[in-house]
């Protein structure tokens, strides 16, 4: 399903592309994703398993204008690329067969490949936005007080290293998410789309704000918006099922990395902020999965036999 949903997605970018550096990094993500979808239909046919529908040529437009920048699809690219290696990490470590086993292996390092060469292009391009510096301390030093946990009361220390990724980075996606849903709001042809896109992009502008206000508190910069990187075209290039399934994918994505940020917060006022967060993103994820019942786009995985069902029916 992703695999095929980036193949049409970033095949659009490509004919659209000026800039052949960055032309180069979206070309060989579409020639991965080719390989990725046959051998994944490999497996589905040994198995005598359906292959998944997904998304086909009717899903994009080939000739509709650009949506987005140049720039602007190259850190999608950053952001895409370490999805990639989160799931291909996961899937290496839920499988058992061998040739699936390898598989996941050598995806994952291609991906690894991938995404060096995104943030090489990136560096070139002058768009990396790097993380705030830390002043190195003079030494190592160990946790004495029970004050190291508060939050909402008593003192409040500084946020550390890893506080710091999990805000920086869950904002860069969330700047990522905003590009996409101002650019699918502008060009879905279902109303019921478009309100959903537009709300999407005022959650992540909220969120960001609740967490950008967590850096200005320590006089930190943040992560630049993206929004301006959107085109003024309303021509679609994509299909309202490819850009619903897009965002709700990166949402359910988005709540596993507010998930990770939480697991390694020490200051508790900040693991309260993530678990809002997720609360607010999970109900906008459920609503999308709505909108994909709704309308018959929401392909459903394999399942375990419903033995009651089949007891029922003799």
Sequence with gaps: MNDSMAYHFLSHAIKNCQDQDIKNVLEKAVSMSEKHLKKLKGFFNAEKYPVPHGFTKADVNLNAPPLFSDSSMLIYMQTMT???????????????????????????????????????????????????SLNPPEEVDFVKKQSFLNG????????????????????????????????????????????????????????????????ASEHLPEPGSLASEVTNSTTPPFSDKLMLFHVVSLISVALGYY????????????????????????????????????????????????????????
């Design 82 to 132: 370490l999805h990639g290696l989160t799931g291909y990490a996961l899937s290496v470590g839920t499988s058992v067969r061998e040739d699936i086993r390898n598989f996941y292996i050598e995806v994952n390092q291609g991906t690894m490949d991938l995404y060096s060469m995104t943030i090489d292009i990136m560096l070139k391009k002058g768009v990396y936005v790097r993380p705030p």
């Design 259 to 314: 998930g990770a940020a939480v697991s390694v917060c020490q200051r508790r006022d900040l693991s309260a902020h993530f678990l809002r967060l997720m609360a607010e993103i999970g109900q906008y994820a459920e609503d999308g999965a709505n909108l994909l019942i709704k309308n018959g786009w929401l392909e459903q995985p394999p399942t375990v036999t419903d033995r009651e069902s089949l007891a029922t029916r003799k």
């Design 152 to 215: 909402w009361f008593g003192d409040k220390r500084p946020i550390n290293a890893i506080e710091l990724s999990g805000i920086f980075y869950n904002m860069q996606k969330n700047h990522v998410k905003i590009l996409l849903e101002i650019g699918f709001s502008q060009v879905a042809t279902s109303a019921e789309l478009r309100d959903y896109f537009l709300r999407g992009m005022k959650v992540c502008e909220k969120q960001n704000e609740v967490l950008g206000s967590i850096l």
